[in-house]
C-alpha cells in the first residue's frame, strides 16, 4: 500500500515531481511540451501508461501524445474522441477532488464508445484498493486562471505499486496536471510570439502589421510580458510592460518604466538574476510588489532586435508561479516534520544534525585566521591564482569553511562551548495512553512540544524523534549549560495538563550527548540515548511516575 506516512516516500515523490514539472519548462515546441507532458507521468509520478488528449478546435479530443508502451502508441495516437463521449466519461467518474475516477466495475458500459482506449486483461483484483487493467484514472486540465474551459484530459494506467493512488498521489497528480495545463498554455503562446518574431524579422513590407499583431499578444498576453533595453548605460531599464505584469507586481506602467529587473528583485535572489543568460535565460526567483511584499515568478527571456540591424531588446515573459512554489513548500514541510505536533522529524533532525558533523575525528577548533576567513566569505579561486596564490582546496586545508563539531570535556569544565544533544524520554507517557486513550495522549504530545519550544533559543532545534521521544539540539553550550537547560525543560514539563477538562501529569527523563566531527548522526543520538536510560534508572520511579 501506499506509504504515506514514510517522510522518505514523500520526499522522493516530491524531488520527482519537482523535476517533471521543471522538465515541462525545457520543452521548445508545443508537440515537445506534449510529450515531456506523458513522460513526465511516466517517469516521474509512478504510472506505466499516460495519455495526454488535446482539446481540437471543434471541441473534440485527439490523442496528441502517448507514453509508456511503443504499440499502443503507434494504435491511437491522432485517434479522435468526440467531445460527447469525453463529457460522459468526467461526468460518471467518481470525483476525487478535480480527477475523475472509474472502476472497472463501472467503466464496462464504455467499452463501445468512440474515445480512444488500450486495456490490457488481468485477473480480478484481490485486494479493495488493487489496479485493475480496466480502471480508468482522468485528470482534467483547464486553461490558465482556473477557468471552465476544457483544455485537455490526461488519462494514467497501471500504477507500478499496482493500487489505486491514496491522497497523496492523487494531489501530486492533479498538481501535475495543474502545471502542465500553464506549460501547454505558454508553448501555445511562445509559438505565436515565435512566427510574430519571424514576420519581423522576414517581412519588411508587413512591418506595420506584424507590430500589430506583436502589440496585442504582448498586451493581451494572460501572463505578465516586458520589453527592456539591451546595452548603453541603461541596460537592463523597462521599457514596456503589459497590464498583467502591472496587475501582477501591483504597480502602474508609469512607474514600472523608472525600474529594471534588478531593481525589483529580492535580495537573496540578486545572484539568480545576474547568472541568467540574456539570451533564452530562465529563472525562478522573487520580485517585490508595491506593498512590499514578494511574489515568486519565472522570468524567460529572449532577444528581440527592433529592425534589420537595429538596437536589440530583451523581451521577457513573467509567470506567476507563487502556488507552485507553496506546493512545494508545503510538501517539503510535510516530508520534514511531525504532522502531530508541528516539530520537525526523524529525518529532518538527522539532516540538521549531519550537517555539522564531519568525518575528521578529533578536530580541533577552528584558528583565527580561518575564523576571520569564514567571517569574510569564500576567496574566489580564479582570482586568488591571478594573484599568484596556490587555493589548497582540499578537506581541513586553509579554505575548509566547516565549523568542527567539537565535544567539551565533561570531567574538567574548560568552559568550551559544542553542540549538545538532549534526549528526552517522557515518563508516565503510556500510563495515560493506556487510562484515557490516545485522544488523551496526542494532547499531551502536542502541549510538551510546545512547552519545549517555548523554554529553546529561536536557533536551537526540537524535534520528535517518534512516540514519546524528544530531541533538542542546542549549539553554543558548555556542560553546565547544558545541563541547566535540562532542568528547564524538565521543569516546563512538570506542571499539569489540562484535557477535556482532566488535569494529567508527565514527567521527563533527559540525557545529555554532544556532538562531534568524526562520529555520525546516529552515534551522535545513541549516545544521548544511552544518558537518558542513565538518568532514568539512577532516579526512583516514585519522582519519575506521573499521570
Known amino acids: 500500500m501506499e506509504a504515506e506516512s514514510e517522510p522518505y516516500v514523500r520526499l522522493a515523490t516530491m524531488r520527482q515531481l519537482h523535476q517533471a514539472v521543471a522538465d515541462l519548462n525545457t520543452a521548445r515546441s508545443l508537440a515537445d511540451t506534449l510529450q515531456t507532458v506523458a513522460d513526465g507521468i511516466v517517469t516521474g509520478l509512478g504510472y506505466e501508461l499516460a495519455c495526454v488528449n488535446l482539446v481540437r478546435p471543434d471541441g473534440d479530443l485527439v490523442v496528441a501524445a502517448f507514453a509508456g508502451n511503443s504499440a499502443a502508441e503507434a494504435l491511437i495516437t491522432g485517434r479522435v474522441g468526440s467531445r460527447a ?307 589548497d582546496q582540499a578537506p581541513g586545508g586553509p579554505y575548509d569553511h566547516h565549523v568542527h563539531a567539537v565535544a567539551p570535556d565533561t570531567e574538567h569544565d574548560d568552559g568550551a562551548k559544542g553542540l549538545a544533544v538532549l534526549f528526552c524520554d517522557l515518563d508516565g507517557f503510556k500510563s495515560i495512553n493506556d487510562r484515557f486513550g490516545h485522544h488523551t495522549g496526542d494532547a499531551v504530545l502536542i502541549e510538551v512540544a510546545r512547552r519545549l519550544t517555548t523554554c529553546v533559543r529561536d536557533g536551537d532545534t526540537v524535534a520528535r524523534l517518534g512516540g514519546d521521544e524528544f530531541v533538542v539540539l542546542a549549539d553554543g553550550l558548555g556542560d553546565a549549560d547544558a545541563a541547566d537547560l535540562a532542568v528547564r525543560l524538565r521543569n516546563a514539563i512538570i506542571p499539569p495538563i489540562r484535557v477535556d477538562g482532566r488535569a494529567v501529569r508527565v514527567g521527563a527523563s533527559f540525557g545529555i550527548g554532544w556532538a562531534a566531527c568524526g562520529m555520525t548522526a546516529e552515534e551522535v543520538l545513541r549516545s544521548a540515548d544511552q544518558r537518558m536510560y542513565v538518568e532514568k534508572r539512577s532516579r526512583s520511579k516514585v519522582h519519575r511516575r506521573a499521570g
Open 85 to 391: 463521449s469525453w463529457e460522459r466519461r468526467l461526468t460518471m467518474g467518481q470525483a476525487w477532488d478535480e480527477l475523475r475516477f472509474i472502476p472497472h466495475t463501472d467503466g464496462w458500459v464504455l467499452l463501445d464508445d468512440d474515445v480512444p482506449q488500450w486495456h490490457t486483461d488481468g485477473p480480478d483484483p484481490r485486494f479493495e484498493d488493487e489496479w485493475h487493467p480496466q480502471d480508468r484514472l482522468y485528470a482534467p486540465m483547464y486553461a490558465s486562471g482556473g477557468g471552465p474551459d476544457l483544455l485537455g484530459v490526461i488519462s494514467v494506467d497501471r500504477p507500478r505499486n499496482g493500487r489505486r493512488p491514496g491522497a497523496w498521489g492523487r494531489e501530486a497528480l492533479q498538481m501535475y496536471a495543474s502545471q502542465a495545463a500553464i506549460a501547454i498554455s505558454n508553448a501555445r503562446l511562445r509559438a505565436n510570439m515565435q512566427r510574430a518574431l519571424v514576420r519581423l524579422e522576414r517581412e519588411q513590407q508587413a512591418l506595420r502589421a506584424s507590430e500589430e499583431s506583436f502589440r496585442q499578444a504582448f498586451e493581451y498576453a494572460p501572463s505578465g510580458m516586458a520589453i527592456a533595453e539591451m546595452g548603453g548605460d541603461q541596460h537592463g531599464r523597462l521599457l514596456r510592460t503589459n497590464d498583467a505584469l502591472c496587475r501582477l507586481l501591483g504597480r502602474p506602467a508609469s512607474v514600472l518604466r523608472r525600474y529594471s529587473f534588478a531593481d525589483l528583485v529580492h535580495p537573496e535572489d540578486i545572484g539568480t538574476l545576474l547568472r541568467t543568460s540574456a539570451e533564452g535565460g530562465r529563472a525562478e526567483l522573487r520580485l517585490g510588489r508595491r506593498d512590499g511584499t514578494y511574489l515568486w515568478v519565472s522570468l524567460r527571456n529572449s532577444v528581440v532586435a527592433d529592425t534589420a540591424d537595429g538596437p536589440r531588446f530583451l523581451l521577457t515573459h513573467v509567470e506567476d508561479i507563487e502556488e507552485r512554489k507553496r506546493h512545494e513548500l508545503h510538501l517539503a514541510h510535510r516530508a520534514s516534520h511531525d504532522a502531530l505536533t508541528g516539530l520537525p522529524n526523524s529525518a529532518e533532525l538527522r539532516s540538521r544534525l549531519g550537517a555539522r558533523l564531519c568525518d575528521r575525528p578529533n578536530a580541533a577548533a577552528t584558528t583565527p585566521v580561518e575564523a576571520l576567513d569564514a567571517a569574510y566569505g569564500d576567496i574566489d579561486d580564479q582570482d586568488a591564482r591571478t594573484h599568484g596564490y596556490e587555493v
